[in-house]
């Protein structure tokens, strides 16, 4: 696997601020005064990309995302986008060529469906499971480095459609159609009891649809600081998405030089004709 040329151009993040963090550095000789310690993530992100340790450059890119954003740093984290975006892309193929091997997604209803070792590939998670078990399941793969990818579906409406959910800080939704058309089984807790096949195709259009309404649901009129943050928001819920961070880059670009809001960000929750 080879990385996008802009995955490494965007990695060259330079400044001349000072540098507290020492660890993990790939240029240890070099004095610290010259190196922001965002960047010094990026420099160690950027080893990572080239030994091909995904695991290890999308977790100091997503360190140095969230760093960058308690600075209001969003020209830092614009470039940091698609390094982190490459690294996880680069951990979602190996995912999708295990079950190209294997021939199908693995839908999971219930824990002790995951037999044995959690194995590379893409999973499905169905009720009476929830998107938070989806959550944990990927937080488990990134920890022992097993590259999955996972959604999680709740139970067919009454329109024929199954709704995704991402869950992280919030949580995304949206509708699709099932990979087959389904009778509706009011006495199934997935209201369809389906338990499979689901194809590799469906599986990464569900999954593109789920970033996709993300993007589409982000409220122009918002102030460019909380557009930025409602898209790291979504990105939590569902890293897997690519055009999820190009739209974080995105609202990056368009917050730098942007003062500070004020009061806070508005919430779905509140009320209009509240006191």
């Given at each position: 696997?080879?990385?996008?040329?802009?995955?490494?151009?965007?990695l060259s993040?330079?400044?001349?601020?000072?540098?507290?963090?020492?660890?993990g550095?790939p240029?240890?000789?070099?004095?610290?005064?010259?190196?922001?310690?965002?960047?010094?993530?990026?420099?160690?992100a950027s080893?990572?990309?080239?030994?091909?340790?995904?695991?290890?450059?999308a977790?100091?890119?997503?360190?140095?995302?969230?760093?960058?954003?308690?600075?209001?740093?969003?020209?830092?984290m614009?470039?940091?986008?698609?390094?982190?975006?490459?690294?996880?892309r680069?951990?979602?193929?190996?995912a999708t060529?295990?079950v190209?091997?294997?021939?199908?997604?693995?839908?999971?209803?219930?824990?002790g469906?995951?037999?044995?070792?959690?194995?590379?590939?893409?999973?499905?998670i169905?009720?009476?499971?929830?998107?938070?078990d989806?959550?944990?399941?990927?937080?488990?793969?990134?920890?022992?480095?097993?590259?999955?990818a996972?959604?999680?579906?709740?139970?067919?409406?009454?329109?024929?459609?199954?709704?995704?959910?991402?869950?992280g800080?919030?949580?995304i939704?949206?509708?699709?159609?099932?990979?087959?058309?389904?009778?509706?089984?009011?006495?199934?807790?997935?209201?369809?009891?389906?338990?499979?096949?689901?194809?590799?195709?469906?599986?990464e259009?569900?999954?593109?649809?789920?970033?996709?309404?993300?993007?589409?649901?982000?409220?122009?009129?918002?102030?460019?600081?909380?557009?930025?943050?409602?898209?790291?928001e979504?990105?939590?819920a569902?890293?897997?998405?690519?055009?999820?961070?190009?739209?974080?880059?995105?609202?990056?670009?368009?917050?730098?030089?942007?003062?500070?809001?004020?009061?806070?960000?508005?919430?779905?929750?509140?009320n209009?004709?509240?006191?």
């Amino acid at each position: 696997m080879h990385l996008h040329a802009e995955a490494r151009d965007a990695l060259s993040i330079q400044s001349d601020q000072p540098d507290p963090i020492t660890e993990g550095d790939p240029n240890p000789g070099r004095p610290t005064t010259e190196v922001h310690p965002i960047d010094r993530l990026m420099d160690r992100a950027s080893l990572a990309l080239a030994e091909t340790r995904y695991f290890d450059a999308a977790n100091d890119a997503a360190h140095a995302l969230n760093r960058a954003r308690r600075d209001n740093d969003f020209e830092r984290m614009a470039r940091i986008c698609l390094p982190l975006q490459e690294a996880r892309r680069q951990i979602r193929q190996v995912a999708t060529d295990a079950v190209s091997q294997r021939g199908t997604v693995q839908v999971v209803s219930h824990p002790g469906d995951l037999r044995g070792p959690l194995q590379p590939g893409c999973y499905l998670i169905q009720p009476p499971m929830i998107g938070a078990d989806a959550r944990v399941l990927r937080e488990t793969a990134v920890k022992r480095r097993i590259p999955i990818a996972v959604l999680a579906r709740e139970p067919l409406t009454r329109k024929g459609l199954w709704p995704l959910v991402g869950v992280g800080e919030v949580s995304i939704r949206v509708q699709v159609d099932p990979p087959r058309p389904l009778e509706r089984r009011d006495d199934h807790i997935t209201k369809d009891g389906y338990e499979g096949p689901v194809s590799l195709a469906w599986f990464e259009s569900a999954g593109e649809a789920l970033g996709d309404k993300a993007i589409a649901d982000l409220d122009p009129d918002l102030h460019p600081h909380w557009r930025v943050d409602e898209m790291m928001e979504a990105l939590d819920a569902y890293p897997e998405h690519e055009k999820l961070h190009q739209a974080l880059a995105a609202a990056c670009r368009d917050a730098i030089g942007v003062p500070d809001p004020v009061g806070r960000r508005p919430s779905p929750l509140d009320n209009p004709f509240s006191f």
